[in-house]
């Protein structure tokens, strides 16, 4: 029904910055929240950030508070998540996600493939 695809994932130094985005199509007019997740090599998926409609209530994993920044257009149905100060910790598989309610650290009702993103130092 809705269809998500990250864009945006790559390889940086420590301490640089990527904003990764997601594009929804579909039944978007069914999405209420959207979101991120990332999933670590050989760790679970944890939650990173969530985005309301409107008016646009944020909120944000503690590992990434006051450096990753998550917005998004309606009007494009895109997602964004600005990564600034990144760290090696931050390497990951990012996941983009949408709800038709509230996208929760438990999960989403859909989902992207996945973007890489990879950290050096």
């Known amino acids: 029904q809705v269809q998500l695809v990250e864009s945006g994932g790559g390889l940086v130094q420590a301490g640089g910055s990527l904003r990764l985005s997601c594009a929804a199509s579909?039944?978007?007019?069914?999405?209420?929240?959207m979101g991120w997740f990332r999933q670590a090599p050989g760790k679970e998926r944890e939650f990173v950030a969530a985005?309301?409609?409107?008016?646009?209530?944020?909120y944000y994993a503690d590992s990434v508070k006051g450096r990753f920044t998550i917005s998004r257009d309606n009007a494009k149905d895109t997602v964004y998540l600005q990564m600034n100060s990144l760290e090696p910790e931050d390497t990951a598989v990012y996941f983009c996600?949408?709800?038709?309610?509230?996208?929760?650290?438990?999960?989403?009702?859909?989902w992207g493939k996945g973007t890489l993103v990879t950290v050096s130092s």
């Open positions: 996600a949408a709800d038709r309610n509230r996208v929760t650290t438990s999960g989403a009702d859909y």
């Open positions: 985005i309301s409609w409107r008016p646009g209530t944020t």
């Open positions: 579909g039944r978007t007019f069914t999405v209420y929240g």
